[in-house]
Structure formats: structure tokens, C-alpha cells
């Protein structure tokens, strides 16, 4: 695996209030190497998504990716690379942009906490049907043409 990463410019014209977070499309091989990521569960918002969260003051997109995803699923993590964004009305009407990056297990073990009630490893084949939200599946169709993806799958 290789690192193209950068962080996302956000213009100078964005609304003020704008809210802006990050998140993981997080991966790990398995026996016969196989591929698999984590989707979580929020029974609050009940929905099946990818682990993310808002950016803390002075912090990059892809340090508040990784900062979230061990929060919200207690593993350390890796970024591989930049995958894409998601744009969407926060359900306070505010607009929202999500930066996610396409990471790997260093360790760490799930716990049910305050965001997160539960963790699921799924196979390639099973996520895209497993996510609630489109703006996810969408993004998932993404990270299927990665390379880095494309090769942990052959």
C-alpha cells in the first residue's frame, strides 16, 4: 500500500456555517485474503454508516478521521488515502461535508460507547446494502475502484 493523501481545501466562499468532520472507510484482511470494513450501527440516529464526527478547532480533516474512527470504534488506524467527500443538510438545516479516507487496523478492539452502539465486519460484496444512508453507498462505489482496494481483493 502506498499514502496519496493531501488535505481538502475548503473554499473561501463555503457558508459560515458550514460544519465540517471526517471520517474512515476502515479496512482489514482476513484468513484467505479477504477484505473486510467496518460498518457501525448508531441506535440514536439509527442508521448503519462508516465512523466519523466533526473536526476539533485547528485540526486537519485527516487528523479528525483518525481521532474519530478510534473513538467511535476504539481501533488505531492507518490512512491508505483520501477517498472522496460526502455534502449533505445536518438535520439542524445546517450544510455538512464529510472528508473520508480509506484506513487499515493497526490494533485496537471495538466496546459499545456514547456514539457507537454497534461494530460490524463485513465482506466487500455485503457493505453497500448494509449502509442506510445513499450519500454512503455512493461513496463505497468509490473506494470499489481504489486501487489499493482492487489489488487487497484479487
Known amino acids: 500500500m502506498y499514502l496519496l493523501s493531501g488535505e481538502l481545501i475548503i ?56 481521532r474519530e474512527v478510534l473513538e467511535e470504534t476504539g481501533m488505531k488506524c492507518q490512512v491508505v488515502r483520501f477517498v472522496g467527500t460526502t455534502n449533505y443538510t445536518h438535520r439542524k438545516g445546517k450544510p455538512k461535508i464529510v472528508a473520508y479516507y480509506l484506513m487499515s487496523v493497526d490494533y485496537g478492539e471495538f466496546a459499545p460507547n456514547e456514539e457507537v452502539d454497534v461494530l460490524v465486519w463485513l465482506p466487500l460484496e455485503q457493505v453497500r446494502s448494509h449502509l442506510t444512508w445513499e450519500r454512503d453507498q455512493e461513496l463505497f462505489d468509490l473506494v470499489l475502484e481504489l486501487p489499493e482496494v482492487r489489488a487487497l481483493a484479487s
Open 11 to 66: 473554499p473561501k466562499d463555503a457558508p459560515n456555517d458550514l460544519i465540517r468532520a471526517a471520517g474512515g472507510v476502515v479496512t482489514r484482511s482476513v484468513a484467505g485474503g479477504r477484505v473486510e470494513v467496518a460498518c457501525i450501527y448508531r441506535e440514536a440516529r439509527g442508521d448503519w454508516t462508516f465512523p466519523k464526527g466533526k473536526l476539533d478547532a485547528g485540526e486537519t480533516f485527516e487528523q479528525g478521521a483518525l
